[in-house]
């Protein structure tokens, strides 16, 4: 939890820093989540596109960072349809200027897992609930605070010990303070708290919301950003979840993360109409108790690369390149990741289908000792992009996945993918999501991990209420059967209500 005396100077500081910029200061906007039916606001001021802003995508005025929400356009009654709508513009100040946004999570899911940890066992469930409720107060056009809340329970079989991601009474999920201002025509701004962080390539930095409590980060992040250009600095240390109440959610000690990362919006005009960005980082991710080889000791990982992503025509692509060097514990850390994700839409509307494939790499080597540690790390990547079970993660790994998406209905959206998966080094191991190695499988030379289908749909019942199913069957490979690990189904579906 935060001192009270640290958050108050922080704001402080936020404070001065949004009155100093004069009466042209404006909030900066941030959008929200696919799937859902809303219009979004519209800004008042344009700078870089709020959409590679780094705060996650928003579709129809919904966003996986509620904070992210711009709901401005409630002020008019005559927008409202429903008690919800009411809630996400309730003036304070009789000029409207001073109002505060609710939002609100209900997600009711189930899981099913056989030979969970890919061991010969009895199946696991997990029946799940999570329950967020936030706050966005914006004091004019120039400060905000926001604060939400979580809880997370889970009962059902074979479930072990829950973490604190999984089973907690109540959490502060987010708490920040924020001052937004606007300067020759340079917006800038600096947020100070708890907060999510999704400022990069989505396999190195995300919410994880697959988790039932999100993963969040304590520290500052501020930002200016031009018309087509932007650069974001960010001190952050993750949270350290207890599972009883919001007392036992700490900053983690022993991490921190900290960094830059630039944006560039390239030319419309380019390839007969586009939107594409490209955005270069520079990253550093300290952690006082690393763990590789069953070793533990201090690492200092330095990330240098570059995004590129967007849209040219009917390609989508996400293309990032980074490569990690540092030290951990007596080694030098040497690696790569390459993640090429791209799809193409067969058709001119949006619900048109899409076919894709990507393509990834993950150096891997050195986990056990020998010489330079080539295993790649992710900070806080999706955790669920290589496997819905959680076995698979991009340290050590080359994966192959063509993918085809389509709506059979026009409320409903599939999709389909088989991926081919092997170890880039045959003497480090195969890594699950969390980073732990699976046992013996570094001494087992064959490179073939396994292959994994998937299949998820994705069902919008209404503007605010969705279920999403999903189903993956993971063919263990010779790298993990030889080490006495077995194949793998996973069948999970939710059902999630959002205002």
Not at 232 to 242: I, N
């Amino acid at each position: 939890m935060f001192h009270r005396a640290s958050a108050l100077c922080g704001a402080t500081v936020l404070l001065t820093l949004a009155t100093a910029a004069g009466a042209r200061a404006q909030t900066s906007v941030a959008p929200s989540e696919s799937g859902q039916t809303r219009n979004p606001a519209t800004p008042t001021v344009t700078s870089f596109p709020a959409a590679a802003a780094g705060d996650g995508a928003t579709t129809n005025g919904f966003n996986l960072s509620r904070w992210a929400e711009d709901w401005r356009v409630m002020r008019d009654p005559a927008r409202r349809r429903d008690i919800f709508d009411r809630l996400k513009f309730l003036p304070i100040a009789a000029d409207g200027e001073v109002y505060l946004t609710l939002s609100g999570e209900l997600r009711l899911r189930v899981n099913h897992t056989t030979n969970p940890n890919l061991r010969d066992a009895r199946a696991q469930r997990q029946d799940i609930n999570r329950i967020v409720g936030g706050a966005d107060l914006h004091v004019g056009p120039h400060v905000r605070a926001f604060a939400e809340v979580a809880h997370g329970g889970i009962s059902g079989v074979e479930l072990g010990a829950p973490a604190a991601t999984l089973r907690n009474d109540l959490v502060l999920q987010q708490a920040f303070v924020e001052g937004n201002a606007e300067i020759d025509g340079v917006a800038i701004g600096a947020r100070y708290g708890r907060q999510e962080f999704t400022d990069g390539p989505n396999l190195l930095v995300s919410q994880r919301d697959n988790n039932t409590i999100r993963y969040t980060l304590n520290g500052v992040r501020a930002w200016a950003r031009g018309a087509r250009a932007r650069v974001d600095l960010f001190d952050l240390k993750p949270t350290q979840y207890g599972d009883l109440g919001t007392d036992d959610d700490i900053s983690d000690p022993a991490r921190r993360f900290s960094g830059v990362t630039l944006g560039f919006a390239m030319p419309t005009t380019w390839f007969g109409g586009s939107k594409l960005y490209v955005d270069p980082f520079l990253w550093r991710r300290r952690n006082t108790v690393g763990a590789w080889g069953g070793r533990i000791g201090p690492a200092t990982r330095y990330y240098v690369g570059t995004r590129i992503w967007g849209d040219a025509g009917p390609l989508t692509i996400d293309w990032t390149v980074n490569h990690q060097s540092g030290h951990y514990i007596d080694q030098d850390i040497d690696a790569w990741q390459v993640f090429l994700a791209q799809t193409y839409r067969i058709g001119a509307s949006k619900t048109a289908p899409r076919i894709g494939v990507h393509l990834d790499y993950a150096s891997g080597g050195g986990g056990y000792g020998d010489g330079k540690l080539r295993d790649a790390y992710a900070p806080f990547g999706n955790n669920i992009y290589y496997s819905y079970g959680l076995f698979l993660t991009p340290s050590n790994l080359i994966a192959v996945a063509p993918n085809v998406t389509f709506s059979p209905l026009t409320s409903v959206r599939l999709t389909a993918e088989y991926q081919l998966t092997w170890r880039d080094s045959v003497t480090d191991a195969v890594y699950r999501a969390n980073g732990q190695p699976f046992a013996g499988t570094q001494r087992i030379g064959d490179a073939k991990i396994g292959d994994v289908a998937r299949l998820q749909a994705v069902w919008s019942i209404g503007p605010r209420l969705s279920f999403t199913g999903r189903y993956e069957h993971l063919a263990a490979g010779p790298s993990l059967t030889r080490a006495g690990f077995r194949s793998s189904d996973f069948l999970a579906g939710w059902l999630s209500f959002r205002f």
